[in-house]
């Protein structure tokens, strides 16, 4: 029986997109996904960020892995689903915004930075807790989190790196989200799509490594 994790274990790094048109999303993603990292997290910080998830899963159906980020209200949440967002990822762990997320059926990931924040994430039956920021404690704090949650899915976003990657996973991450090393903000405004893709390709090429 399938694992609902599998698709994002198997994506392994979600580049986390934040654009400033529906257009310029939809290019930095086809050039991410053109250098090798097939998971895209549209934020909500995108205008009209259903829109860009329609299309992008229109385009490349299962080859990508496409989901909302940024989602802090429920509007957001049923918007995202409705599009096809095959997950919803909100910075926090809200309860009554948490349970709407669990009820659209999608991998639901929400962001928690302590133990005690750990522990409210895992009750609400949310299928990944995303550390964030994950740089204030790097690696070795994820590391620290496995052991009073040996089990949890945990997915570090903020702060990783080509360099960092392997460590992330030896610390045990299910997957890693990458915000301004892969998907440049001024990359992004700019239109250099071949800076983005050459970002892709280096954290393709090290999330190969790490897993060899």
């Known amino acids: 029986m399938p694992d609902r994790l599998d698709r994002a274990r198997a994506t392994g790094v979600l580049a986390v997109l934040r654009a400033p048109s529906p257009e310029l999303a939809l290019e930095a993603s086809e050039a991410i996904i053109r250098g090798g990292v097939t998971g895209i997290e549209v934020t909500f910080s995108t205008p ?32 995202a689903a409705d599009a096809g967002a095959e997950f919803l990822v909100s910075p926090g762990t809200l309860p009554a915004l948490t349970r709407t997320m669990l009820d659209t059926g999608r991998v639901v990931m929400t962001g928690a930075m302590t133990p005690t924040e750990v522990m409210g994430a895992l009750e609400l039956g949310v299928d990944v807790v995303k550390i964030f920021p994950a740089s204030l404690g ?33 610390a045990g991450a299910v997957a890693v989200g990458a915000g301004g090393d892969l998907a440049n903000a001024a990359s992004i405004k700019d239109s250099d799509w071949s800076d983005l893709e050459q970002r892709a390709t280096r954290f393709a090429s090290s999330l190969a490594n790490a897993r060899s």
């Open 48 to 79: 009209d960020a259903p829109a860009v998830i329609r299309e992008l899963i229109a385009r490349h159906g299962d080859a990508a892995y496409v989901g909302a980020g940024t989602v802090t209200t429920a509007e957001q949440a049923t918007a």
């Open 138 to 170: 790097g690696p070795s704090y994820l590391g620290a989190l496995r052991g009073p949650f040996p089990e949890a899915p945990l997915m570090p976003t903020g702060g990783v790196t080509p360099d960092n990657l392997a460590d992330w996973f030896r």
